[in-house]
């Protein structure tokens, strides 16, 4: 991210508590305003004007872009870009069919294996929508799968596909944990919304370079509200392996211990860290990522939060979704100490918006999506509210650094 966007954050920073105040036990609410730092834009690649796109992996001079949508449009598969001169990125080609940007499949999540010169992309065929992805109205939902692609030397430029793999349960979003101690090993935690009562898959792919992928154990929990969405919906876990932090959207947050999987343990299995009744939760839609501040006992939180459509998005809709801060320091009872929003996630302006305002159309959304955190930092993508920085550095009170808004494309 550095080498395309240079982050210029100033010293002050402004931010407004607007709800919440000293000595009052409920989290301090902050609206962003006025931000003192800024992105600098350096260098721009349209892809192909194609929209829709997906996840981003990085390794050495190439990023690694996914598609939202499906084969039925053109140029869907996982784009390649050159970034070796960040004022200048070009797309060199794309992973297209029979490999990636298959009709019914989206390329939605992606990670680099760098010890293994590995590009993992998970295929979402379950989960492909027409209303909402503009995928294929025909094609009948299929079975997700992995695709792992040797990028090393020249196949940076044109990855080779080696394996696939098709999980026993279709996984929605995936960690890979990288075994500290064994740079040979690597487990993906994989949540399972869709599946038999499963929440989160674990399988070695340590053999993935073989072909070779074995699920060494499974978990699920019981949220105890029928009123609310229970499935999970993401997960982090800890650089050691040993704590995970689980998104159970409606269901809310809690931490697993992880350290059986870590330890490589026969029959492992995760333990619930917070009891189910201590999550910390508010309704549906709810908690769509949960990511720990690296090295300090707070985990940063976003919600998922689009336009209200009827029946498929009910529930949904202004003032959409935003971040919440988590003390864990207490990891058995985590507590929200501080919200951040922009302004448009108030009621404020909700209620000032006529019916025919752009912002109250169905298919608008503000809503926070999937954060990247550094020690102090949180850089996140917002809908509508574009790319966010977030100053972290007094967890209770997170301020607005910086915001970037680029011009839509022509088309």
């Keep these: 991210m550095r080498r395309v966007l240079n982050l210029l954050l100033a010293s002050l920073l402004v931010a407004i508590p607007v709800t919440a105040m000293a000595g009052q036990k409920g989290p301090n609410v902050v609206v962003a305003k006025d931000p003192k730092g800024s992105f600098e834009l350096v260098g721009h690649e349209p892809l192909l004007f194609r929209g829709m796109n997906a996840a981003i992996a990085v390794h050495g001079d190439y990023a690694y872009v996914g598609s939202r949508t499906d084969g039925l449009h053109p140029n869907s598969g996982v784009a390649i870009v050159d970034v070796s001169d960040p004022s ?12 990636e940007g298959n009709v019914g499949e989206t390329s939605r999540e992606m990670r680099i294996w760098p010890e293994k010169d ?11 929508s027409f209303i909402i992805h503009a995928c294929s109205p025909t094609q009948l939902a299929g079975q997700d799968n992995y695709r792992f692609y040797d990028i090393s030397g020249e196949n940076a430029a044109a990855p080779k596909l080696v394996a696939e793999y098709e999980p026993s349960q279709n996984p929605h979003e995936f960690y890979l944990w990288q075994d500290p101690k064994n740079a040979d090993r690597a487990l993906l935690f994989q949540s399972t919304p869709g599946g038999n009562g499963v929440s989160m898959l674990v399988t070695d792919i340590s053999k993935a370079a073989d072909g070779k992928f074995e699920e060494i154990g499974d978990w699920t929990t019981v949220i105890p509200s029928p009123d609310t969405d229970n499935r999970l919906h993401s997960m982090a876990i800890s650089p050691d392996g040993t704590k995970g932090y689980m998104s159970f959207l409606g269901g809310g947050f809690l931490m697993t211990d992880t350290s059986d999987f870590a330890k490589g343990v026969a029959k492992p ?21 949960a990511v720990p501040f690296p090295g300090r006992d707070y985990v940063f939180t976003t919600d998922e939060v689009y336009g209200e459509i009827p029946v498929l998005l009910a529930g949904h ?38 019916d025919n305002d752009p912002s109250r159309n169905a298919l608008s959304s503000w809503a926070a999506h999937n954060p990247t955190l550094t020690q102090n930092l949180a ?23 910086a915001e970037f808004k680029p011009e839509p494309l022509p088309a």
């Design 317 to 354: 809709g202004c003032p959409w979704g935003w971040s919440r801060v988590v003390d864990v320091h207490n990891p058995k009872k985590p507590k929200v100490i501080a919200e951040y929003r922009l302004p448009q996630n108030t009621e404020e302006f909700c209620e000032s918006q006529t």
């Design 269 to 289: 299995k995760a333990k619930l860290i917070t009891p189910v009744q201590n999550r910390v939760s508010w309704g549906d839609p709810g908690v769509h990522s």
């Design 118 to 128: 590995l590009l993992i992309v998970l295929n979402l065929a379950s989960n492909c």
């Design 379 to 401: 850089i996140l993508t917002w809908h509508s509210g574009g790319l966010q920085a977030v100053d972290l550095s007094k967890p209770g009170a997170p301020a607005q650094a």
């Design 88 to 99: 200048a990125p070009t797309m060199v080609g794309q992973i297209g069919m029979p490999d």
